[in-house]
């Protein structure tokens, strides 16, 4: 016998169940429940973060503006698009797994890495971006904010906008770290899925290993329009 979320039954046991778990079924509930807990966790973490960044955006609203001024679109757009693609393939692979599709699933883990790889290169050049125009605080010699033909008033927003690049350094370099993370994990999903271990009754890990990257993914949907749009639009007109 079989079931949808399991490994084929042999005498009503598979090779894959736990002995705390009754079956197949209550496995894959219990671990899809804890993974949606960690990612509750994620959400408090993150949420933290958002919440003080909103808190000192309404404080310095003059110095929010002039730090987005410089942040370059570009970059966030590529990163969006990446990451939206990068789901999909994630999305692909599961499927390929419930299939049962062993050379499908092992082509869009694959995928996913290359895309999430490509997300942290792109955002490695961003940060050089930032390092070279002397846009990093906390750092000796490499903090300027003085003022310029093209922003006349940025002296004044110099400690506050200290304050607002620290939040993006933290918000965007903690999600660097989970999607490197992520990355990591593919590249264990991918290790089993060459070994064969998963089936169309077997996938437990990569639906949990799923919903962890669509979870870094979404995070970033909402880094895009807070760090790189609001307080923008004179540069993207």
């Known amino acids: 016998m079989a079931d949808t979320h399991g490994a084929v039954a042999e005498h009503g046991h598979s090779k894959y169940l736990r002995h705390h778990f009754d079956d197949m079924e209550q496995q894959f509930d219990s671990a899809t429940l ?33 730090t987005s001024l410089h942040m370059n679109p570009a970059f966030g757009a590529a990163n969006t698009a990446v990451l939206i693609v990068s789901s999909l393939t994630m999305a692909l692979a599961v499927r390929s797994a419930r299939l049962g599709s062993q050379k499908a699933l092992q082509i869009f883990l694959i995928l996913t890495m290359i895309f999430g790889i490509a997300f942290l290169v792109i955002k490695g050049f961003e940060y050089h971006e930032h390092w070279v125009d002397n846009k990093v605080p906390l750092i000796s010699g490499h903090w300027d904010y003085s003022n ?38 593919m590249i264990t999903i991918l290790t089993m899925a060459r070994r064969g271990i998963f089936s169309k009754d077997y996938f437990t890990p990569v639906e949990i290993s799923g919903l962890y990257w669509h979870f870094v993914d979404i995070v970033w949907i909402f880094l895009f329009p807070l760090l790189y749009l609001i307080g923008n639009a004179r540069k993207l007109v």
């Open 34 to 66: 804890g993974m949606w807990v960690f990612l509750l966790t994620e959400i408090m973490f993150f949420g933290g973060m958002f919440g003080a960044y909103t808190v000192y955006r309404s404080m310095y609203p003059g110095a929010f503006a002039s």
């Open 148 to 185: 310029d033909a093209e922003h006349p008033n940025q002296a004044q927003y110099a400690k506050q906008a200290q304050i607002l690049f620290c939040f993006y350094f933290f918000m965007t370099g903690f999600h660097a770290v989970h999607m490197l993370v992520g990355v990591g994990i």
